[in-house]
């Protein structure tokens, strides 16, 4: 693509649609054993950041990234690609890429190319988001990547949650500027496929969807929303590992939100069940305590581990579409209501193990008691002391 044409608005668009799912499936992942264990898939090397050739994008430790071409994926019917329709009889061709990281995240994309009008754009963006098959399809080939790895998995579990992102990449134009002209010239269409909406959008949704613009060039910009990212980039490779691993915390926080809920409901239970119950025995509160622990040292831990996994010191550019990706996705909003949920669980146990402490004291005061009226009553019992 020589140039955008701003003035006609027929341009046509070439590039590519990155398709991301997130899941977590385990609780750790033991990435060297893993390595060993893959089959099928092509190791990809580490992930070098533009401009600074002798550093790359920090993940501690370096996510497992694989990649496997020539994919054939049947969507149905629904999948329309504008001028150029890609889905035949073998199915629609894609490149597949797997992040795995050691905190149990687990990220799979789906790479097409298209070109055609924006229009075009709109409804493959539409057409994706409404397309289950893809989503099953990612489930079933993340359920089998997990069949082969399992054993370096410590407990393995495909969990029911899922964080699903599209991004966009469009080649970038030659001449300066282009790209953010050519963006506010056609604002109410990018926003429509930012939001994969059909119908036209109010002027406060497109402004809206438009707000989080970074450019590192002057033939560059990326467009971050919560739902979607638009770029103009010809090398886009560490802006996509970057939206990835933001929507892939967005997935594991709220997980563990959904974690702690459970942890949530199951201590307070235990609470009122133990608390009303009649008299306990000393350590009839051990259970309690030791599995509102765990919960809380699981939910701590996996917490410190997503939300410390990405560095992004050597590089101004990539952390400033990561702090507008992660505004999109709320994630301060996500960690704040899980460290609200970590001192809810953290008081609950106080007051258990209060409980506990309680029934210990009333256990020993009766054990005084009955000593005392042991002594008082072995004087007169006949015999005693001869």
Not at 123 to 142: F, G, K, P
Not at 211 to 231: C, K, M, Q, Y
Not at 346 to 362: H, N, T
């Amino acid at each position: 693509m020589e140039a955008l044409d701003i003035e006609t608005g027929n341009d046509v668009l070439r590039g590519d649609c990155i398709v991301l799912f997130a899941f977590d499936v385990g609780q750790s992942v033991d990435l060297a054993r893993a390595e060993t264990m893959v089959v099928g898939f092509e190791r990809l090397d580490r992930l070098v950041v533009r401009g600074a050739a002798s550093t790359e994008i920090q993940a501690v430790p370096r996510p497992l990234r694989l990649r496997r071409v020539g994919e054939q994926l049947r969507l149905g019917e629904r999948l329309r690609l504008g001028e150029q329709p890609r889905v035949g009889e073998q199915g629609l061709e894609v490149a597949l890429d797997v992040w795995v990281y050691d905190f149990g995240g687990l990220s799979v994309a789906y790479r097409f190319t298209h070109a055609g009008p924006l229009a075009t754009w709109i409804e493959l963006a539409t057409d994706v988001l409404a397309s289950r098959e893809l989503v099953q399809d990612a489930r079933a080939r993340v359920a089998a990547l997990l069949a082969s790895i399992s054993s370096a998995i410590e407990k393995p579990d495909l969990s029911a949650t899922l964080e699903d992102y599209v991004i966009f990449r469009f080649d970038p134009p030659s001449a300066r500027g282009a790209a953010e002209r050519w963006c506010d010239a056609r604002a109410a269409d990018l926003a429509r496929l930012l939001r994969a909406e059909a119908g036209e959008l109010s002027g406060q949704e497109v402004a809206d969807a438009l707000s989080s613009r970074v450019a590192f060039g002057t033939t560059d910009l990326a467009i971050v929303d919560w739902n979607a990212a638009v770029l103009f980039d010809s090398e886009p490779e560490e802006l996509v590992a970057v939206l990835e691993f933001a929507n892939l915390q967005l997935c594991e926080l709220r997980f563990l939100d959904r974690q702690l809920d459970h942890a949530l409901d199951q201590a307070y239970e235990s609470l009122i069940r133990r608390v009303w119950r009649g008299v306990h025995l000393p350590g009839a509160f051990d259970r309690e305590l030791a599995r509102v622990s765990r919960h809380q040292v699981d939910a701590a831990v996996l917490y410190e581990r997503v939300t410390n996994a990405l560095k992004l010191y050597n590089d101004q550019y990539l952390a400033r579409v990561y702090r507008q990706a992660s505004t999109r996705l709320r994630l301060a909003e996500w960690s704040a209501n899980i460290l609200r949920k970590l001192e809810t669980l953290d008081g609950i146990y106080q007051k258990i193990q209060d409980r506990a402490e309680s029934r210990r004291m009333e256990a020993l005061e009766w054990i005084i008691i009955v000593l005392i009226a042991i002594s008082m009553v072995l004087p007169f019992l006949p015999g005693y002391g001869h």
